[in-house]
T-cell receptor, first 106, second 113 residues
Framework: AQRVTQPEKLLSVFKGAPVELKCNYS??????LFWYVQYSRQRLQLLLR??SRESIKGFTADLNKGETSFHLKKPFAQEEDSAMYYC????????FGQGTILTVHP | KAGVTQTPRYLIKTRGQQVTLSCSPI?????VSWYQQTPGQGLQFLFE???????NKGNFPGRFSGRQFSNSRSEMNVSTLELGDSALYLC????????????FGQGTRLTVV
């Protein structure tokens, strides 16, 4: 069964600092991995997906099949990045980790 | 185009009652998934419907059920409500089941008293 783990429930950084949100998955096939973000009072929305290999709002995520990880990174965090982030995998059903609340302090 | 619409936005129910939540997906989307979001458990998968058939189910008791209509609209029902069912219930629609982006509704906030 597919499973996603986000080990950090809370993550705090200062503006301008690098940030990395961890995500590990377990799936025997070829997973499709996503990061979704939920800003305050907004809908959950797609941030990026591994097949597109693009950078959105300065965030990147690389699929590491050896470590079964899909960590989300940004070199210089901004206050507007403060949000709840969910890592998800999709093959059939879309399953998410428990989420990480990122707070970027001024 | 219109996004995913969930009704009602807020509900207060008493323990033991039942509740029905509604989700209208984006036009053309045939997959609808339901999630329970709580601060302690995050986003937990309830079930997914595709073309009126339940295709996947999460680890929730049988009190949680759903259905999908021919126009892809979906309803979720919770019977014999418990205090622990208080949560934000999210619906997501996808155009297909595999490798498709999910679009979420704003959710229904259910409070059980």
């Amino acid at each position: 069964a597919q499973r996603v783990t986000q080990p950090e429930k809370l993550l705090s950084v200062f503006k301008g600092a690098p940030v990395e949100l961890k995500c590990n998955y377990s799936y025997s096939g070829s997973p499709e991995l996503f990061w979704y973000v939920q800003y305050s009072r907004q809908r959950l929305q797609l941030l990026l997906r591994h097949i597109s290999r693009e950078s959105i709002k300065g965030f990147t995520a690389d699929l590491n099949k050896g470590e079964t990880s899909f960590h989300l990174k940004k070199p210089f965090a901004q206050e507007e990045d403060s949000a709840m982030y969910y890592c998800g995998t999709s093959y059939g059903k879309l399953t998410f980790g428990q989420g990480t609340i990122l707070t970027v302090h001024p | 185009k219109a996004g995913v619409t969930q009704t009602p936005r807020y509900l207060i129910k008493t323990r033991g009652q039942q509740v029905t939540l509604s989700c209208s997906p984006i036009s053309g989307h045939r997959s609808v998934s339901w999630y329970q979001q709580t601060p302690g458990q995050g986003l937990q998968f309830l079930f997914e419907y595709f073309s009126e058939t339940q295709r996947n189910k999460g680890n929730f008791p049988g009190r949680f059920s759903g259905r999908q209509f021919s126009n892809s609209r979906s309803e979720m029902n919770v019977s014999t409500l418990e205090l622990g069912d208080s949560a934000l219930y999210l619906c997501a629609s996808r155009i297909g089941q595999v490798y498709a982006e999910a679009f979420f509704g704003q959710g229904t906030r259910l409070t059980v008293v």
